[in-house]
């Protein structure tokens, strides 16, 4: 008999190796993993490929982070469930994942058991919120001003992209390579960007970006 047929179906997308094996390894008796992947834009290719039931994404990668890649996501295949597990705490970061279609928020700090109870959880249509940033996000919800400038939100999907590989150190062509559009676009969105946000070089757009958590830890 195949019990593969009666399991959950599993994305992983971690940017540490050793992370997204272990894992595998940790949930490959409960679910059936069907791909792993170390950066945002595999995740996006392997999410279409595949169809997972469950996604399971980390928030900081190379490429695209997390929080796009959730976006792009939902757009295309809103049949596939996301969990996103991360070592970010943040009550902010887990309220802009839920509004942009996570089912579920998970910190890495959580014990093996409440990640498959939380992946079981999502894959039946449900919701999942770790107790460990409950109280956080409640209070967020709560709360009129964010910390995030409202300049931030003016950002194109596009614009994010172009500003996480900048702050990545890419160059021009290079981004224009990834993103398959020409440099002097690239160079558009960038300057365009430093007018939304009010900055004058790289270097501040590269503060913006750790500031919204597009690359960093």
């Not at 070592?87 to 014990?111: C, E, I, N, W």
């Not at 093996?112 to 939380?118: I, P, S």
């Not at 990545?168 to 390579?177: C, L, Q, S, Y």
């Amino acid at each position: 008999m195949d019990t593969t047929a009666s399991m959950l179906s599993i994305l992983i997308a971690d940017d540490h190796a050793v992370v997204a094996d272990a894992l595998a390894s940790l949930l490959k008796d409960k679910f059936h993993i069907a791909g792993v992947v170390h950066d945002g834009r595999a995740l996006l290719d392997a999410a279409q490929s595949i169809r997972p039931d469950v996604i399971v994404t980390d928030i900081s990668m190379p490429g695209l982070n997390g929080i796009d890649a959730i976006r792009r996501i939902r757009e295309t295949q809103p049949q596939s469930k996301i969990l996103v597990l991360t070592m970010h705490d943040d009550p902010q970061l887990a309220a802009q994942a839920f509004r942009l279609g996570s089912s579920g928020y998970v910190l890495k700090t959580s014990t093996g058991e409440e990640l498959m109870t939380a992946i079981q959880e999502v894959g039946n249509g449900n919701a999942y919120l770790s107790p460990l940033i409950a109280k956080g996000f409640i209070n967020v919800l709560l709360e009129t001003n964010s910390e995030v400038p409202k300049s931030a939100g003016n950002l194109t999907v596009r614009q994010r992209e172009v500003l996480q590989l900048l702050a990545e150190g890419k160059t021009m062509k290079e981004i224009a390579h990834v993103l398959h559009i020409s440099p002097r676009t690239v160079e558009s969105h960038k300057y365009e960007m430093m007018e939304i946000l009010a900055v004058s070089t790289t270097a501040e757009l590269v503060q913006h970006a750790i500031r919204l958590k597009l690359v960093g830890g």
